[in-house]
């Protein structure tokens, strides 16, 4: 495909250029001041006019969660559906609407505790959505228990002598799911985030996207080694398709490969530039993202990768169920539904 946004060849486009302020809806944005969703929201809002398409060919459907609310503020088409259960609402409408770009909003309690289910076979049928997850390690619309990417020993109200739990990973998740494009990007860093959401956007198939969003009321500096100027250049790599994994405040350490095949970060001054890896996003095998995404400490948070992770083709499940009926029409001619339904596997309870 050489369309700049493949993945949205189908849906017609606008016929008059559009701008940030024509996606925003005429509702009041309620989020507690200083949440990291008012960047994301900011982003999303800008970025949007370069699709080049009618706001009513785009949907957002959301969860439940504080997230959730997005929908609202979207002066698009739009659903706020129930706790969990919108990648399977989304997947039924991507499947009957090919003409329309579709968009989950999700946050790491909705999409990984109830939801989790629904998120993981969207993921493997690789059904055309975008799917955004906001992360801030918290239940943040029910004030403040822990969530399932909460840190072990994280103390809320849910769990005043701290939580047993292993968190969840959303990024390994989704590669264990075989996810075709997966990402991580943070919601202070602006230009990251759109570059993620402009590579998103041009897939084919499901695109998690997993934010790291700041809940400033109940969870407030969750991410803060990943964004103080003294700190998150040692903390954080930025994965560059086809460029060495190099990071630090001066490109000091990067990743290796050890002879017994894992993955670590050295300093390069020890191994030498030919021993770094250069991430390869387009990898049919996602081992190295893989291993990439368990790099990162979930209580300092050093080694954290940010970036695309994993991008590579394969048929959405749209398409492939679309040239599946085609199929079966040149075979056998158009279905007749009244025989189906009065067929032998039909009965009459008396």
């Not at 016929?15 to 809806?25: Q, R, V």
């Not at 490969?257 to 030919?274: L, N, S, Y």
Request: net charge negative.
């Amino acid at each position: 495909m050489t369309d700049t946004y493949p993945a949205l060849s189908l849906v017609p486009k606008s016929e008059l250029p559009l701008s940030a302020k024509d996606f925003k809806s005429d509702q009041e944005v309620r989020w507690c001041p200083g949440c990291g969703d008012y960047s994301i929201l900011s982003n999303v809002q800008s970025f949007l006019p370069e699709l080049g398409l009618a706001r009513e060919n785009i949907v957002f459907i959301s969860g439940i969660g504080c997230s959730s609310r997005f929908p609202y503020y979207m002066n698009t088409f739009g659903m706020h559906s129930i706790h969990g259960r919108a990648p399977a609402i989304a997947t039924g409408l991507a499947i009957s609407r090919p003409d329309l770009s579709i968009w989950v909003i999700t946050g790491d309690g909705d999409a990984l505790s109830i939801g989790g289910n629904h998120l993981i076979h969207a993921l493997r049928r690789n059904v055309n959505l975008k799917i955004l997850l906001f992360n801030n390690r918290i239940y943040g619309l029910t004030k403040g228990q822990y969530s399932p990417t909460s840190e072990q020993g994280k103390i809320t109200k849910s769990t005043p002598e701290g939580s047993l739990d292993y968190a969840f990973n959303p990024v390994s998740l989704a590669l264990g799911a075989e996810a075709t494009f997966v990402a991580r990007t943070i919601d202070s860093d602006r230009k990251h985030m759109t570059e993620v959401l402009r590579q998103a956007a041009g897939h084919e198939g499901t695109a998690l996207v997993e934010i790291y969003q700041n809940c400033n009321i109940f969870n407030d500096g969750a991410w803060q080694p990943l964004k103080d100027n003294d700190s998150r250049d040692d903390a954080m790599m930025r994965l560059v398709h086809g460029e060495p994994i190099r990071f630090g405040a001066d490109n000091e350490k990067g990743v290796t490969r050890t002879a017994d095949g894992h993955i670590k970060v050295v300093p390069v001054a020890e191994v030498g530039e030919d021993a770094i890896i250069r991430h390869d996003a387009h990898a049919k095998d996602p081992g190295l993202a893989f291993a990439l995404s368990r790099l990162a400490n979930p209580r300092t948070l050093q080694n954290t990768p940010i970036g695309v992770f994993r991008d590579i083709e394969r048929p959405s499940y749209g398409r492939m169920a679309r040239q599946q009926i085609d199929d079966v029409i040149e075979k056998k001619g158009v279905g007749d539904l009244q025989s189906l339904l009065n067929g032998s596997d039909t009965w009459t309870v008396s």
